[in-house]
């Protein structure tokens, strides 16, 4: 199996797929959307194969799309977010999707939502346990208190939380304390920043999977965007015609 889509219990209102693959050993030269950089800071197979696996995933899903992965490349935001961008001299400002990756029990996963929206994505192997000193470093008050008397819903809570630090893009920015997730079926509401946010969490094949998803998203300005600016300021400022523009006057 090369990689496999993942079909949320509740669909999103709006156009988004999700995809998990195995994490392999792959070659750095064969993944289009790899950060070469990136890549070089990592200190453990481990990790450089979990972020090969992720952006290789990627380039699948945005071929899934309907994009040319060869045409993007993934930039980072002050905080750190992950977000597709077009390569310098591709010369397109067509709206891109936001994107969201994880990595747990040797899986990749890749969620995309369409432009305007942002995503987040996350889990973990829904055996795997929390330890209970570590509860109140995700939660506090009620929450809290909840977690303690119900220890083995710790992975449920805390893969929750991580999609929605990624759908704010702002990953540990975003104080896992201060996110507080009624926990229920089906799709839940939160509030955060003047954010709305919905969330979902199932369990997929010994999987724990949490999927979160906003309205409003982070993007990159590039230095095309700001000519891109210019010339329709300096176009609509001027009277456009066949050839350019033209005055009459007596000779």
Same mark, same amino acid.
């Given at each position: 199996?090369?990689?496999?889509?993942?079909?949320?219990?509740?669909?999103?209102?709006?156009?988004?797929?999700?995809?998990?693959?195995?994490?392999?050993a792959?070659?750095?030269? +064969? !993944?289009?959307?790899?950060s070469?950089?990136? !890549?070089?800071?990592?200190?453990? @197979?481990?990790?450089? @194969?979990?972020?090969?696996?992720?952006?290789w995933?990627?380039?699948?899903?945005?071929?899934?799309?309907?994009? =040319?992965?060869? +045409?993007?490349?993934?930039?980072?935001?002050?905080?750190?977010?992950?977000?597709?961008?077009?390569?310098?001299?591709?010369? !397109?400002?067509?709206?891109l999707?936001?994107?969201?990756?994880?990595?747990?029990?040797?899986?990749?996963?890749?969620?995309?939502?369409?432009?305007g929206?942002? &995503?987040?994505? =996350?889990?973990?192997?829904?055996?795997?346990? &929390?330890?209970s000193?570590?509860? @109140?470093?995700?939660?506090?008050? @009620?929450?809290?208190?909840?977690?303690?008397?119900?220890?083995?819903?710790?992975?449920?809570?805390w893969?929750?939380?991580?999609? !929605? #630090?990624?759908?704010? +893009? $702002?990953?540990m920015?975003?104080?896992?304390?201060? &996110?507080?997730?009624?926990?229920?079926?089906?799709?839940?509401?939160?509030?955060?920043?003047?954010?709305?946010?919905q969330? #979902?969490?199932?369990a997929?094949?010994?999987?724990? &999977?949490?999927?979160?998803?906003r #309205?409003?998203?982070?993007?990159?300005?590039?230095?095309?965007?700001?000519?891109?600016?210019?010339?329709?300021?300096? $176009?609509?400022? +001027?009277?456009?015609?066949?050839?350019?523009?033209?005055?009459?006057?007596?000779?």
């Open positions: 199996m090369a990689f496999e889509e993942i079909f949320p219990p509740h669909q999103l209102p709006v156009r988004s797929l999700c995809f998990r693959c195995p994490v392999e792959r070659e750095l030269e +064969q !993944v289009t959307l790899a070469v950089d990136e !890549v070089a800071t990592f200190a453990v @197979d481990k990790r450089r @194969d979990e972020h090969l696996s992720g952006r995933l990627l380039a699948q899903a945005l071929d899934r799309w309907g994009l =040319d992965p060869t +045409q993007l490349e993934v930039r980072r935001t002050e905080l750190r977010a992950p977000v597709l961008a077009y390569l310098s001299g591709i010369w !397109v400002n067509t709206p999707p936001s994107m969201s990756i994880g990595h747990a029990g040797g899986w990749a996963y890749v969620a995309l939502i369409e432009p929206w942002s &995503i987040g994505i =996350d889990a973990e192997p829904a055996e795997r346990g &929390i330890a000193n570590a509860f @109140d470093m995700m939660a506090k008050g @009620d929450e809290l208190l909840w977690l303690q008397k119900n220890p083995e819903q710790a992975i449920q809570l893969t929750a939380k991580e999609s !929605v #630090q990624k759908a704010m +893009q $702002m990953g920015h975003l104080n896992p304390r201060k &996110i507080e997730i009624p926990i229920g079926l089906g799709v839940v509401n939160i509030s955060i920043e003047n954010s709305k946010i969330l #979902q969490s199932w997929f094949l010994g999987s724990r &999977i949490a999927l979160a998803w #309205q409003g998203s982070v993007g990159l300005r590039t230095s095309e965007d700001d000519l891109l600016d210019v010339t329709k300021k300096a $176009m609509s400022e +001027q009277e456009w015609g066949v050839g350019c523009k033209t005055s009459r006057g007596n000779v």
